[in-house]
């Protein structure tokens, strides 16, 4: 058994999935494939969802790593939480980027990223993908009352807020879904309209 062998950086598993031979020892990074290491696994076949998203974009030329990360985390922002109003009212539970091999969802797409708020009174679940071309987010969510008020889901208005600016706006339908798209680049929350905002 020879010593532990040393994890590799996601700069580096861009160079490896972009075959990139001469920056890298390219051998000694797939061997560290073959011992399952899930985080390099991970870091692995997530930087080749970002080469294959950055070829769909054919007017740009593949972007070097650095560039490929930042883009991508900018591209797809955890929203800062689910308020009313300046109030807070739901809490992240769940977020695709920081727990991508959580049980059950090993499938998770990064091109994709899917948020979960959750807070007394009802949850937020939120799904954003990229619009083709790359340059607005297609963002789709549900509102679920906890406390079978279903009645009122329907109609209730969803902002996404950037400061003081409104990025998108939506009307939930009966389901308490809603979609709409964004121009990323920008932190923003979502503002659920209780109490007629
Ligand atoms: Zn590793």
Redesign the pocket.
């Given at each position: 058994m020879s010593v532990p062998?040393e994890?590799?950086s996601l700069g580096e598993w861009s160079d490896y999935v972009r075959g990139l031979h001469s920056q890298i020892d390219f051998e000694i990074m797939r061997k560290?494939l073959t011992t399952g290491?899930e985080?390099?696994n991970g870091e692995r076949s997530r930087m080749e969802q970002v080469l294959t998203f950055a070829r769909r974009e054919i007017e740009l030329e593949v972007p070097e790593a650095e560039v490929n990360r930042i883009k991508q985390l900018a591209i797809f922002q955890c929203p800062e939480g689910v308020f009313a109003g300046a109030r807070r009212i739901c809490d992240l539970m769940f977020d695709s980027f920081r727990e991508p091999f959580a049980l059950g969802v090993r499938n998770a797409s990064h091109s994709a990223r899917q948020t979960l708020y959750s807070g007394s009174g009802y949850s937020v679940d939120v799904q954003q993908n990229a619009v083709s071309g790359g340059h607005a987010v297609r963002l789709i969510g549900q509102v679920t009352w906890k406390s079978g008020v279903g009645e009122q889901s329907a109609g209730t208005t969803v902002t996404l807020k950037a400061g003081a600016e409104v990025l998108a706006r939506a009307v939930t339908n009966q389901f308490g879904e809603f979609q709409m798209e964004y121009v990323p680049g920008r932190r923003f929350r979502i503002v659920v309209g209780v109490g007629g905002q």
């Open positions: 062998m994890h590799f560290h290491c985080r390099c």
